[in-house]
């Protein structure tokens, strides 16, 4: 089971300057979902997308945006180095936020 995730651009905003002259900011991720991106995975999510990867063991679960990945990862949700996270675990979250879109299977875990 595997997973892919896609590039984001995060970029820093400098607040104004406090009394102290000290300035703080925050970070803006920014990201392009395209409709060519959703209807890959609606395709791979099919009967017929899945045909192709009969012949390997791996099956591709979910492509994830860096976007979100950033914004699981700020909550301690970090798939890469946690490896208490499990693909049910990955899925089931994507569920609960209501990100289908980018789950790639229609296996059940």
Not at 7 to 35: C, K, N, W, Y
Not at 47 to 67: M, V, W
Not at 93 to 99: C, H, S, T, Y
């Amino acid at each position: 089971m595997t997973f892919d995730i896609t590039r984001a651009t995060d970029r820093l905003v400098l607040d104004e300057p406090s009394s102290d002259g000290m300035f703080s900011g925050h970070i803006v991720g920014h990201q392009v979902i395209t409709d060519e991106f959703m209807k890959e995975n609606e395709e791979l999510r099919t009967l017929d997308g899945q045909k192709f990867r009969k012949n390997t063991d791996a099956i591709l679960a979910c492509r994830i945006p860096e976007a979100v990945f950033n914004k699981w990862c700020r909550q301690g949700f970090n798939i890469l180095s946690d490896k208490n996270i499990t693909v049910p675990m990955i899925l089931a979250r994507l569920r609960l936020e209501a990100l289908d879109g980018f789950i790639t299977t229609n296996k059940r875990f």
